[in-house]
């Protein structure tokens, strides 16, 4: 069994689990999960181990009359079932402590136990010296990686490759059958293509030495496919890793090291609730459970609680003082809490047990640039490729933190020795290939700003983008007072699956826009195969500019409630009616997150409810923030968490409100927002709320409403019902006014304003019209039709300025859409706009260019422009 825990899993354990999760919960299902459970987020606390079925082929061969007493007690034992042991011998305890991960009982520090279970123990906890005088040269494989591996946790990498070596030589020459030697060959020959830098000669035949282990050994041997499970993840297949380690727990539900990589990988897709469930798992296994330490450490480290994971794994310590992975998340943790001296103390006590070993700066340079923290994570990430430099993983991370920081020359550079080193992980190989796709881009720059895309369609957006950036730039610095130190570069991916690998190294995962610090990677506002479809980019790329900025200011240190909520609040465009619902929702029922859990919302959201309540409340409590204390306050608070100020600590100090202060306080000033938008709680919901749940006929239902409405004649769901049935018969005269009602008793919900914009044209009341559809205009993020309609208004009234501002905002929804450029090129002659006109008009040249018309427009502008020589090859593009 590989003790090596970190090393070989922490960089298979990707987001890429997010997909295949579900493999995860068909491992529940043997624990007696309903559906509903399985799609819960938290795992019920009754499913134990000692309940889970074994495989049936297993449980039928344990209680078959034919099956010896001696055959039976080995089988229990290995297939974790040992609580049906009776009377264990000394042997048999040394057994089962180890599968416990009870690596200081009594058994394993016999002299009468087995050579191999004693030295495993030992490695386990950090004495590689210990196992290298316990164990000789017996020629099995099993002892050969043994010492191999404590060769190379003592610095001896040579020693251990030239140990290995030898057994890869000894394979050739011998046939074996036996599952345990074909596994322990397998991990040896794993062993030596990492320290050898060589796994492509190596894979295949791993591979085939596990398969071979349980189709020609024996089908019932877990430990080989824990060790596919426990490859398939370091090359960072999670979905075939999943499987084969879900496999093994069907064949020994106790298998600690199973529910450590399950818990490993779903932690790092996020999904920490599963991730509990395996540390849970772990504790019902052995209460002391090492592994449950160690994943914990990871899962607070990746929810950014440093501190947190310096307490539970310094309690671990007290325990196993030497333990290799507990001392390499001590540095980690260390390192991110910013605390230099004892970051400096930890990485010391490393080295003094493991000299020259990568695993320390490795994890911390890792963890360090998930909290953007590049600079400082790309010289631990150098140091650990140093320390080893045949081992894949720093190469790989120190890639894709070159990919995140935007110096892609870089990026490729090391990513192409990472994939030399091993050319079977995923997520390598996918940002190696992204990257030689980066360095092919188009740019264009402003002031502050490198717009980079593939050559083709999408140049109309970044021409786009290039026009309208610096004022993104100016209201955004202005309102934070900060300017970012660097140029900040957006990167336009072709689709939504480019879009994914440049995020996350994997393209599984699907959003719009993410900020990686310097650089913001957006996928294109289109429609086809493999796009998102229309959103309004420029929100999109306000959005995450402002993450850009905060981070820069505050040197990534901002809590993540705080910068969501900045980047929300500087969003153009109000609150959307859904997020006012919510918010009202939470406020009413008494749901609102408190000050100290918010944070965890985002990342450990308890129901599909969680994180976008977590959007909504925190831009609502910054909101509440400003209202309050001033938009000073906002700056100050941003400067305290740059010089490391804790979250609760700078609100108290910004405000002078404690914690239960402020939130009291907020959410009296959220009641009042509440009624502002009409949500509040009325007289008469409960009748309403009767409406929604009983099967009414028609009918009945209108004459429900009528009399509701004479007892509550201004409730605004009331005068909603009254005006659509007034609009579905036909009946504007009487639909108007009750529009008009429902618009001043809920001013934020958009159907208001579809109807006012509707019935304000058929009335002739276009200012009435014109304002609803400027509403509408502010808070729709998927199409253009508002601002088309606004735009046309305006032009047919000659004021060619707000028609300009209005179809441009048309194409921040949909800059792809032909007839919105041709109509933008119009407004923008009329306007005497003539480079906007320029630009809608070569934009038209790359959408349609077969069209001759565009290139004679394109050409006769030019004209215009006093631009001869370009107008006349404009006009040659024409014939």
Known sequence: MNTDLTRTSVRGACMAVMVCIGMFDAHMAMADMTAAESQATSQPADIDPQAMQLAGLVRRILDDPLTDDAQRRRMLVFHGAWDELTDPTPAEQARIAWQRYDVTHASLESPDTDLLARARALLFKGEPAAVLALLVDDGSFESASLRAQALDWSGQRGEAAQLLAAVRDGLAQQTIADAPRLTAAAEALALLAQLEGAPASHYHVIMRLLSKARTDGDPLYWPALLAEGRLLMEKDNAAEAIKALVETLKLNPRCGEAWYLLGLAAAHGFNFAKAQFSVDQLRKINPAHPLAWILEGHMLLLQKDPHGAIEVVEQALERLPRQRDLLALHVAARVL????????????????????????????????????????????????????????????????????????????????????????????????????????????RSAHFVVRYKPGVDEVLARDMVAQLESIYEQVTSALQHQPHRTTIIEIMPDAQSFAV?????????????????????????????????????????????????????????????????????????RDYTMA??????????????????????????????????????????????DVFGHGVVVDMLAQFRDGTQDVDAIETATGQTAEQFMDAFKQWGRSQVRSWGLQPRRGDKILRRLDGDAISPGDLAKIIKQAAQAYPEHPDLLKLRAIAALHNGDDEQAWPLVQRYADARPIDPWADCALAKLGVRFDQHAIAIRA?????????????????????????????????????????????????????????????????????????????DRPIHHVRHAAILWRMDRVDEAHEAALKAR
């Not at 601002?787 to 208004?793: D, E, P, R, Y």
Request: glycine share 6%; with cysteine; charged share 20%.
């Open 337 to 444: 809490s910013y605390d230099e001296a004892a970051a400096g103390e930890a990485i010391d006590r490393f080295n003094a047990y493991y000299p020259n070993d990568a695993l320390a700066h490795h994890l911390a340079g890792r963890y360090l640039g998930a909290a953007r923290q590049y600079d400082d994570g790309r010289a631990m990430l150098i140091e650990a490729a140093a320390r080893q430099p045949n081992w894949a993983a720093p190469h790989i991370d120190l890639g894709l933190l070159l990919m995140q920081f935007g110096d892609e020359p870089a990026a490729r550079v090391v990513l192409k020795r990472a994939v030399a080193l091993d050319p079977f992980h995923r997520g390598a190989s996918n940002q190696l290939k992204l990257v030689d796709q980066l360095l092919t881009f188009a740019e264009l």
């Open 502 to 574: 440049r995020i996350t190294g994997l393209p599984e995962i699907w959003t719009i826009g993410a900020c990686m610090g310097d650089v913001i990677a957006i996928t294109p506002p289109r429609g086809g195969p493999g796009q998102h479809g229309p959103f309004d980019w420029y929100r999109v790329i306000q959005h995450e500019y402002v993450h850009t900025v905060t981070l820069d200011q505050t040197r990534n240190r901002i809590p993540h409630w705080l910068t969501e909520a900045c980047a929300v609040w500087q969003e153009p465009g109000g």
């Open 581 to 626: 619902r919510l918010l009202a929702d939470a406020l009413n029922r008494g749901a609102l997150f408190k000050l100290n859990e918010i944070n965890w919302a985002f990342v450990r959201p308890r129901n599909s409810g969680d994180r976008p309540l977590a959007y909504a409340q925190a831009h609502w409590m910054l909101e509440y923030i400003v």
């Open 773 to 849: 559809l400027e509403q509408l205009d502010q808070t729709e993020q998927q199409t253009g039709q508002w601002s088309k309609q606004l735009a046309t208004i305006y032009q047919e009234q000659k004021r060619f300025d707000h028609a300009l501002r209005a179809v441009h905002r048309a194409l921040h929804r949909e800059p792809y859409d032909a007839a919105y450029r041709e109509l933008a090129a119009t407004i923008a002659m009329q306007a005497g706009d003539l480079v906007a006109a320029l630009r809608h008009l070569v934009a038209m040249t790359v959408l349609e260019p």
